[in-house]
Nanobody, 128 residues
């Protein structure tokens, strides 16, 4: 059973930065399709972006140019670097993983939030 644990959340002022980490353990493979999602109070969960087995990334329009997803394979960790944060980025952030390797399949899994494994989330609060 793959386990995902997020960390790095906190409170920051608008314009600031945070770096979220998602540590993977168990029979994991960092070539998995991995993604980040967020959910604000009273709103539906939305995708932030994903990274496929080849390291190709894709982002939601709302975060494009501000957020960067990467993997630290040596540490089995997924990273979300968030810059130029806005109050509307306030949400619980979740990482997710799925054992698919084709880029097209990863995109499909992400688009329907169909990941097999999910973390418990880490809170990000951005004040104006």
């Amino acid at each position: 059973q793959v386990q995902l644990v997020e960390s790095g959340g906190g409170s920051v002022q608008a314009g600031g930065s945070l770096r979220l980490s998602c540590a993977a353990s168990g029979p994991t493979n960092m070539r998995y399709c991995m993604g980040w999602f967020r959910q604000a109070p009273g709103k539906e969960r939305e995708g932030v972006g994903y990274i496929d087995s080849e390291g190709i990334t894709n982002y939601a329009d709302s975060v494009k140019g501000r957020f960067t997803i990467s993997k630290d394979n040596a540490k089995d960790t997924l990273i979300l670097q968030m810059n130029s944060l806005k109050p509307e980025d306030t949400a619980m952030y979740y990482c997710a993983a799925d054992p698919v390797y084709l880029g097209s399949w990863c995109r499909s899994v992400y688009s329907r939030a169909g990941f097999r494994y999910w973390g418990q989330g880490t809170q990000v609060t951005v004040s104006s």
